[in-house]
Structures are given as structure tokens and as C-alpha cells.
């Protein structure tokens, strides 16, 4: 939706035309999808023109018409979505989890992990109702239905994991 948003405000080379999206399928190894599974961040190309390199009379104009659209990406994806931290339900240490949006997992993308440090995950996410998923070795699934994102807001969730019944518990976690 953000990324049908921006092309929308980008004028194309002959300044009557705006884009469309391309979307990436992951096969070619794109940046973007090794960013976004791997260190949970974005990242766009703008190609604004046809020339690599843009003529230096041009360099005003492609950053005008760049403007409006990365302000509006940064006003919205900093703002929408879920965070929050995974932790043990016993003893409140964090917890290294996979944290599945159901219906928004890609096989060509690297599941989204909460951090080994504080736990911490992050997801951008649309206004609208979402359903998690939390798997962690070691620890019961947690499903959560139901959760609501508004506009402009971030929701914050503590999400507690029970060890399985048959697991050991480890010392160092």
C-alpha cells in the first residue's frame, strides 16, 4: 500500500506520467529483501529518470520530485505497526522468537526473528486487524488473534512464552 502510495507522487521523466511498483520476487538476490529479512529495515529505489546518471541541470528537478514521496514514507512507516519484546513467562529474560504475521510471510524472505538481546521485535504494518504467531524452540506456540493496528499509532505487545513441559531449562536464557 506505502509503495503504491509513492509511486503514485513520482512524475516520470516527461512530468506527466507516475509510476507503478515493481515488485521483487527475491530470486535475484535484491537488497531490499536481504534488508528487510535480515536487519528489519527498508529499503526503496527511487528511478526517477532513463540516464544512470542524470545530467546535472536535472539533479534539482529528480530531488523535487522525490520530495513529497520519501516524506510521506517516512510520516507513515514510523509511525504504523506492531513492537514489542518476547520474553520467558517464568523468569522474563528475553527470548529469540519468529514472529509471523499470518497471511504476510514470503517463502523468499528470512522469517522475522525478535533479537537475542532485549527480545525486541518490530513489524510495519497497515492500519487493520492482524493475527501473530510466536514459535520459539523450546516453548509452546502463541497464537494471537485479533490484534489491532490504528493509524498512527504503533501497538506495543509483551508477548510471555511458556517453556514446553518436556524442555530443560537452560541457565544462560
Avoid: C
Avoid at 69 to 84: K, Q
Avoid at 112 to 139: C, H, I, M, Q, T
Avoid at 141 to 163: A, C, N
Amino acid at each position: 500500500m506505502w509503495a503504491k502510495n509513492i509511486a503514485a507522487m513520482l512524475e516520470k521523466e516527461n512530468d506527466r506520467d507516475t509510476y507503478d511498483i515493481g515488485m521483487l520476487d527475491g530470486l535475484a538476490g535484491q537488497s531490499s529483501n536481504w534488508m528487510h529479512g535480515s536487519l528489519h529495515a527498508a529499503d526503496f529505489t527511487f528511478e526517477l529518470g532513463t540516464e544512470y546518471f542524470p545530467d546535472e541541470k536535472e539533479v534539482n528537478k529528480v530531488l523535487h520530485q522525490t520530495l513529497k514521496s520519501v516524506m510521506f514514507f517516512l510520516n507513515n512507516v514510523l509511525h504504523t505497526g506492531i513492537r514489542g519484546h518476547v520474553v520467558d513467562y517464568r523468569n522474563g529474560n528475553p527470548v529469540v522468537a519468529r514472529v509471523l504475521v499470518k497471511g504476510f510471510e514470503v517463502s523468499f524472505m528470512a522469517e522475522r526473528r525478535s533479537e537475542p538481546k532485549f527480545g525486541r521485535f518490530e513489524r510495519l504494518l497497515l492500519p487493520g486487524n492482524y493475527n501473530l504467531l510466536v514459535l520459539a524452540d523450546g516453548y509452546s506456540p502463541q497464537y494471537m488473534s485479533d490484534i489491532e493496528v490504528r493509524e498512527d499509532e504503533i501497538t506495543e505487545l509483551t508477548i510471555f512464552l511458556m517453556r514446553e513441559e518436556n524442555t530443560q531449562t537452560d541457565a544462560t536464557h
